[in-house]
């Protein structure tokens, strides 16, 4: 019985994958598609495979090769993992995210205390990095620049940073809530959990909000830092971007992120040299938009003469229904390979959007709202205890 409904799956991934020949394979396409593999009790991968070894020849080879390779991991068999790495060895259109999922592979499945440390040199410093306490996740160097800031308009200057390629992502974020259960055995020896407890009560103790909303019980953390959406359907995939998470968990997350690593490096955090944390707007603005030909910004983080958003750069006004797997927008990524700095999530940044200083801001737009958002004049403030289904957040680290 179970050989029948594999063959029964594998035919109709065939016809699927015919009608997917001759139309595009947009987003609601692609996520219909992976619902169904998961949902699948017998699945086999034939088609799968053939698909993927076809020749590039549309514009749209790379998402469709990427949303293969996505349902394969959906698979999760050794042959689809083998099928996936044998693809990652060619230049096919989706190798590159191919090589990415593997690597990650490695992170989840390698014991995190074992990790190789990370250092950056203090010359010439790398392209990108990847931090092995966070799941593999990779960090862009954006060069410093300076520019006008239209919400001051006064001149910022900003540092070189490294940003976070893609939105933290539901993988990530349950590794740390996870941590704080004490559930990962690990990352504990690396972290001592009342180590990291007496640093986040501090870090809480210098606002008064954030003090009584993390509380002074380290052991409801988990509970109380949880995604509010991490059960759904729409949103809980583990490559989604985590969304319900407030600013306040946000930052505890980003404090996790240092302590570890200077954990790791046997140093204070303080003397680490670097930190984690939430962007500023203006960090925001620069890495998304900056550095456009002749001078000034760009209207919108992906090179100008790809145009105005549509369905193939960006995740926004429900032309989903629901936040997309990070990084599902390749056209839409920043000339540095930023992805999902327009859509998906509104991600919350470091500082005040008010004179008042009642709400923290938000760049980027998200899977909800309309394109006027997704431009370099779209900002929103939320009060910092919010936690909706439109916000996640990204992390840059920088010098300390």
Request: aromatic share 12%; charged share 25%.
């Amino acid at each position: 019985m179970g050989r029948a409904n594999e063959d029964q799956f594998d035919g109709f991934m065939k016809a699927v994958f015919q009608v997917f020949a001759s139309e595009d394979l947009d987003m609601n396409r692609q996520r219909l598609l992976q619902i169904m593999i998961e949902e699948a009790c017998e699945k086999k991968i034939d088609s799968l495979v053939a698909s993927l070894g076809e020749p590039d020849k549309r514009d749209g080879s790379v998402a469709r090769k990427r949303c293969i390779v996505d349902c394969l991991k959906a698979v999760d068999s050794p042959g689809a993992w083998g099928a996936i790495q044998t693809y990652a060895r060619t230049a096919g259109a989706g190798a590159d995210y191919a090589r990415e999922l593997l690597a990650q592979r490695v992170a989840v499945e390698a014991h995190l205390a074992k990790a190789p440390q990370v250092v950056l040199p203090h010359k010439e410093p790398p392209a990108s990095f990847r931090n092995p306490y966070e799941l593999n996740a990779e960090y862009l160097r954006i060069p410093g620049g300076s520019f006008e800031y239209s919400v001051t308009h006064k001149a910022e200057t900003v540092p070189d940073l490294y940003f976070a390629k893609y939105p933290v992502t539901n993988q990530r974020y349950r590794l740390f809530v996870s941590y704080l259960a004490g559930h990962e055995t690990a990352l504990g020896q690396v972290l001592p959990a009342d180590s990291f407890s007496k640093a986040a009560l501090a870090l809480a103790a210098q606002e008064e909000a954030f003090r009584k909303y993390l509380g002074d019980d380290p052991g409801r953390w988990a509970a109380k830092l949880k995604s509010d959406h991490d059960k759904e359907k729409r949103f809980k995939g583990d490559d989604q971007p985590v969304v319900g998470v407030s600013w306040f968990d946000a930052s505890t997350y980003c404090l996790w992120l240092s302590m570890l690593e200077a954990a790791a490096q046997s140093v204070p955090v303080e003397k680490l040299g670097r930190v984690y944390r939430l962007p500023s707007e203006v960090e925001w603005v620069w890495a998304a938009f900056g550095r456009a030909p002749g001078g000034g910004l760009r209207e919108y983080p992906w090179p100008a003469e790809k145009g105005q958003p549509n369905d193939k750069l960006a995740n926004y006004n429900q032309n989903v229904g629901a936040t997309t797997p990070v990084g599902r927008y390749p056209d839409g990524a920043t000339p540095e390979g930023l992805m999902d700095m327009a859509g998906n999530v509104w991600e919350w940044m470091e500082n005040w959007y008010d004179k008042d200083r009642a709400a923290r801001s938000l760049r980027g737009g998200s899977w909800v709202f309309v394109e006027d958002v997704l431009s370099r004049s779209g900002r929103y403030g939320y009060y910092p205890v919010i936690r909706s289904y439109n916000v996640g957040l990204r992390v840059v680290c920088s010098q300390s």
